[in-house]
């Protein structure tokens, strides 16, 4: 079983800019897309960002276009997500995520694409 582990969020400024990183435990990280979701208090879980398996493809949220970045390192089994201009309704717990299929040409864009998440990482902004 594959096991996700997300670092890199804090408390932040409005408009500065954090990194996240998901480590993925295991040897096939490379066959799966992955993703970055967030939920905030109150609120469903929600797609910011997708990357299909061999960075070729991405799909971002309307929220997060021009502002945020995702990328994968898969010889580090890691996923990245670069947070920019930062906005207090960004607020929300990220985890990521990988996708149930392998070698997906275009990541999925639903939660229920992916069945392995991690525990998340909080990212709060202030104003």
């Known amino acids: 079983q594959v096991q996700l582990v997300e670092s890199g969020g804090g408390l932040v400024q409005a408009g500065g800019s954090l990194r996240l990183s998901c480590a993925a435990s295991?040897?096939?990280?490379?066959?799966?897309?992955m993703g970055w979701f967030r939920q905030a208090p109150g609120k469903e879980r929600e797609l910011v960002a997708v990357?299909?398996?061999?960075?070729?493809?991405?799909v971002y949220a309307d929220s997060a276009k021009g502002r945020f970045t995702i990328s994968r390192d898969n010889a580090k089994n890691t996923v990245y997500l670069q947070l920019n201009s930062l906005k207090p309704e960004d607020t929300a717990i990220y985890y990521c995520a990988r996708s149930r299929e392998r070698f997906l040409r275009a990541p999925p864009t639903l939660n229920i694409g992916y069945d392995a998440w991690g525990q998340g990482t909080q990212v709060t902004v202030s104003s």
């Open positions: 990357v299909n398996w061999s960075g070729g493809s991405t």
């Open positions: 295991g040897q096939t990280f490379s066959w799966y897309a």
